[in-house]
């Protein structure tokens, strides 16, 4: 009995490989004792090194099964344990690890008087790459930036996910100028990486215990670092307390809080306004054109506003959220304007399911673009859904001809300084039937906007150009507006 005790005992205390070790040594020593015994009886011997090999080979079973079933428990803390403090998708840290980790680094930066750093990164227009490109495409460009991350950070260096596109880099013995470098190699490092778009991050450094004093300094600095470089141009990297040039200004502040109100508050309001063909007085189409609800401004002053804040994408994604806010029931095409920024920033892709079929975006021809290929890719993507492109402001901006040799347009809008008393400027007519002339052999069509008088209609139609639009055939209007325009001889035929 008490050797059965015992084994059961050494069970929990011994892998099954020591049971049978064990086991057998001291039922040897049993039987050999009681083979010396007196009067020796060869059955009793028999019987008992039987039963102790059974004792024996049950316990082994039972130290196999407790083993096992110890050493899954111990794996199945293990995958636990990563759960709880590993992102899944990136293998970095997750929120939670973190803040612990960070904490417990604090502390033992503040008892030994050495300093510790914080890097925040936030991938700029992840947004984009995920409605553009899709959620799968948006996960491999997140385990990209992180692995990017784990390779630049040093032995000592937490890295960590602690946002959907926000990572942080915990350098503990590190300087805030050294940090800044550090930092640096990241920003180069994850603008390097081969993802389904460019891929850029803004980054945010700050130290104890300068400019830093707590926890909670060195995370809000770190975090302010981050706003300020995506106010400021995206993809820089912005060391607190380096530079009083790197934090925005409070004219600046004043100036995103106020783009920021007409945004949220729903300030923006949608017009309508014809787009007429020449003929016959019938509607194309209508553009929507924004007015900010109780303000003076002008619309684009407005829009340059919200470009100097870093908002101008949400500002023009709020003007088409307000053209569609009832769907679209109008007659014919509906008109969208639309930034080469907001294009290629993705702000406006979340509109895409609630356009109508054919609706025209209209590129302003006032902002110089720099990369033509990704503009054209972008409205590609954008023809998916039915969508057609217009030149704007035609013969107004820098960019020239450009935007209509690399664009391919369905529409030429001519700018109101090539209209305004066509009908008394012989060059100004010129440039006009050589627009249409050359609309016609590459398949576009061409609207004049800004059309006030009889007289310029006329011309605008003995020009030949197909399509018009402006006050004289109706003002933009909450609800599109009805056109009685009808040319000349049209009038006459009535």
Not at 56 to 71: E, G, K, Y
Not at 177 to 182: K, N, R
């Amino acid at each position: 009995m008490i050797y059965s005790l015992a084994l059961i005992y050494a069970a929990m205390a011994y892998p099954p490989r020591g049971m049978v070790w064990l086991g057998g040594l001291v039922a040897g020593v049993i039987v050999v004792l009681a083979a010396v015994h007196e009067p020796f009886d060869p059955g009793a011997v028999f019987f008992m090194a039987a039963a102790y090999i059974l004792v024996t080979a049950m316990c082994t079973l039972t130290a196999r099964n407790f083993w096992s079933q110890l050493h899954r428990q111990t794996e199945l803390t293990a995958e636990l344990d990563a759960l709880v403090h590993v992102d899944s998708l990136t293998g970095c840290l997750n929120h939670r690890a973190f803040h612990e980790r960070l904490r417990a680094a604090v502390d033992e930066a503040v008892l030994v008087e050495r300093p510790l750093s914080l890097a925040v990164a936030d991938l700029d227009h992840f947004k984009f790459v995920n409605d553009l490109r899709g959620h799968p495409e948006g996960d491999a460009v997140l385990q990209q930036v992180g692995y990017a991350l784990r390779r630049c950070a040093r032995e000592t260096d937490i890295v960590a996910r602690i946002g959907g596109e926000e990572f942080a880099l915990l350098m503990p013995d590190t300087t805030l100028d050294e940090a800044g470098a550090l930092a640096e190699r990241v920003r180069a490092e994850v603008g390097g990486l081969d993802g389904p778009v460019p891929i850029t991050i803004s980054v945010g450094v700050s130290s104890l215990p300068s400019p830093a004093t707590s926890l909670e300094a060195l995370l809000e600095q770190a975090d302010a670092g981050v706003y300020a470089a995506k106010r400021s141009r995206r993809d820089p990297v912005v060391v607190q307390g380096r530079s009083a040039l790197e934090a925005p200004t409070d004219a600046n502040e004043e100036v995103r809080s106020r783009v920021e109100r007409v945004i949220v508050e729903g300030r923006v309001r949608a017009r309508f306004q014809p787009v007429v063909s020449m003929a016959d007085g019938g509607v194309l189409g209508y553009e929507a054109l924004a007015r900010v609800e109780g303000s003076n401004l002008a619309p684009d002053r407005w829009l340059d506003l919200a470009e100097r804040a870093g908002l101008r994408g949400d500002l023009e994604a709020a003007m088409w959220d307000a053209a569609l806010a009832d769907g679209w029931t109008g007659e014919g095409l509906l008109f969208l304007n639309a930034s080469p920024v907001a294009l290629l920033t993705g702000a406006l892709w979340r509109c895409r399911h609630r356009v109508p079929a054919g609706v025209v975006i209209e590129v302003s021809e006032q902002h110089a673009i720099a990369d033509y290929s990704a503009l054209s890719r972008t409205l590609s993507d954008w023809a998916g859904f039915g969508a057609q492109v217009a030149v704007d402001d035609m013969g107004s901006g820098h960019a020239n001809l450009r935007h209509v040799l690399n664009l391919a347009p369905r529409f030429l809008k001519l700018d109101r300084s090539l209209v305004a008393d066509l009908h008394v400027t012989p060059a100004r007519y010129a440039l006009v039937e050589s627009i249409v002339r050359f609309a016609e052999r590459t398949g576009s069509l061409v609207i004049a906007e800004g059309i006030e008088t009889e007289e310029e209609a006329e011309a605008v139609r003995a020009a030949g150009v197909p399509y018009g639009q402006g006050y004289l055939f109706a003002r933009p209007e909450p609800v599109p507006p009805t056109v009685h325009w009808r040319p000349a001889e049209a009038l006459l035929a009535s």
